[in-house]
């Protein structure tokens, strides 16, 4: 059974970057996809990228060209590089990965994953 766990949150300025990393003690073999999602508060969490055994890689709209899903396999590490980030990107983010499964055009949702981690708070200022 994964256990995964975030790391590289904190606060930052508007335009500013950071670097979340997912440790997962683990690690899938075969098919598999693992993802971050973000909860703002008093809203629904939300997929926000997605990487597969493939190497396929999905994000949402708002964060496309700005934010970078990457993976190292020999670290059992999942990363999210998020640069120009914005006040509306302020949320906690969570790490995510679903074993035997790998993406379709579509963002997986939610409900896809089978193992989370705890979270890690992003705040950006204006």
């Known amino acids: 059974q994964a256990q995964l766990v975030e790391s590289g949150g904190g606060s930052v300025q508007a335009g500013g970057s950071l670097r979340l990393s997912c440790a997962a003690s683990?690690?899938?073999?075969?098919?598999?996809?693992m993802g971050w999602f973000r909860r703002a508060q008093g809203k629904e969490r939300e997929g926000v990228a997605a990487?597969?055994?493939?190497?396929?890689?999905r994000y949402a709209d708002s964060v496309k060209g700005r934010f970078t899903i990457s993976q190292d396999n020999a670290k059992n590490t999942l990363y999210l590089q998020m640069n120009s980030l914005k006040a509306e990107d302020t949320a906690m983010y969570y790490c995510?990965?679903?074993?035997?499964?790998?993406?379709?055009?579509?963002?997986?949702?939610?409900?896809?994953?089978?193992?989370w981690g705890q979270g890690t708070q992003v705040t950006v200022s204006s």
């Open positions: 995510a990965a679903r074993v035997g499964y790998t993406m379709s055009t579509m963002f997986p949702p939610k409900s896809v994953f089978g193992f």
């Open positions: 683990a690690y899938t073999y075969g098919r598999y996809t």
């Open positions: 990487i597969d055994s493939d190497g396929k890689t």
